[in-house]
């Protein structure tokens, strides 16, 4: 995004994004700083939505004899220390479960929901967590005023659940 304007920039090409309708752009080529809008473009990006309306890929023709390719959005990962890490790790009760919040490998955090794999998480922002393996889902680590870690959320297509840390 610069200014009011989306672009698509490839290794060896630029393109100003034009919105055509919905979640579909129409792809303009920028050629020396500028705009190419002589012709027009036939050329066009596609935007998916995960199940919570986030923008999980998008979808692009580059070759008319060609199947679109796609693309898959990966979350912006922030750096977290493991002491840090550590201040999360504990159990959490959820809807009568207990959620195991722990670190392996030093520097991975991971949570396990009784009856599911492990789910190994990646750090998008302060307190916050998307599952590596599931689009859409997600966790947010609620500070209590003494600064300690009293609950997490859980955001996934179907709600969102609050669960709180056991003593």
Known sequence: AKDDSLFAEFEVQKFYLQHYHYDVFAAYQVLDGEIDTSTPSQLRFN??????????????QFEPTLDALEFKRKPAEVEVGADVLAKYVGEYELAGQTVKIYVKNENTLYAFVPGQPEYELIATGNHKFSFKVLDGFKMEFHESEDGAIDSVSFMQPNGTFKATRKK
């Not at 935007?47 to 692009?60: H, K, R, V, Y």
């Open 47 to 60: 935007f998916s939505t995960n199940p919570t309306g986030d923008i999980s890929g998008l979808e692009a």
